[in-house]
């Protein structure tokens, strides 16, 4: 396995009030960054502009590809990107907030929140979404690598390398602008920020 750096995204408008996952405004890539995000972005390409890192592996995601973008312009890396590190797809809950969901979809709420195998409505289970993460990690160079992602998808990674079942992988803590690492020996450090 390579040695990986992963970053959660910068903060956008949406974030920590909103489900917002690869849905809603698709066409543009979901929401960019906000004034803080853009910050996160550049406190984190100066946290990491010391480390050697031989590439930068990102979410096509506006969120994600723009933080990429301004860490990899410090690194000199020009990022790649990997659709199977886009966030999970909340389907009918994109866009809502918890409440909202659950007043509208109570139900299928519970069952989602319950059982990684079930996925809301016109959306992805968290297996799901597993299991394409543990394949884009499996594709990635060779080297130290830095994975520009998101929280779903990076507390799956983290959760697989710590042994954790999918279920344990959501109690994981994944700020904005945060950097985690983990090796072939296992998960240095979660939640790092600049």
């Known amino acids: ?10 903060a956008t408008a949406l974030t920590g009030s ?19 995000g853009e910050a996160q972005a550049a406190a984190v390409a100066g946290l990491l502009a010391a480390e050697s890192i031989d590439a930068v592996v990102s979410s096509p995601l506006r969120r994600a590809l723009s933080t990429a973008e301004v860490v990899g312009a410090r690194l000199g890396r020009v990022p790649a990107v990997d659709v199977d590190l886009a966030e ?15 007043a509208r ?19 992805e289970s968290v297996l799901q979404l597993r299991e394409r993460v543990l394949r884009a990690r499996d594709r990635l160079p060779a080297g130290r690598v830095l994975v520009v992602s998101h929280s779903t998808p990076i507390q799956l990674l983290l ?9 344990g992988a959501l109690r994981l803590r994944v700020g904005p602008g945060s950097v985690s690492h983990m090796d072939s020996h296992g998960v240095a450090y979660v939640n790092r920020l600049p």
């Open 1 to 10: 396995m390579s040695d990986l750096i992963l970053l959660r995204h910068g």
């Open 18 to 36: 909103r489900y917002s996952g690869r849905g809603g405004a698709a066409d543009a890539g979901g929401p960019g960054l906000s004034g803080v």
């Open 88 to 102: 999970v797809d909340f389907g009918v809950f994109e866009g809502l907030t918890y409440g909202e969901a659950q």
């Open 105 to 123: 979809w109570p139900g299928e709420m519970e069952r989602w929140l319950g059982d990684p195998a079930v996925a809301p409505p016109g959306g």
């Open 159 to 167: 959760a697989d390398a710590l042994g954790l079942a999918p279920a």
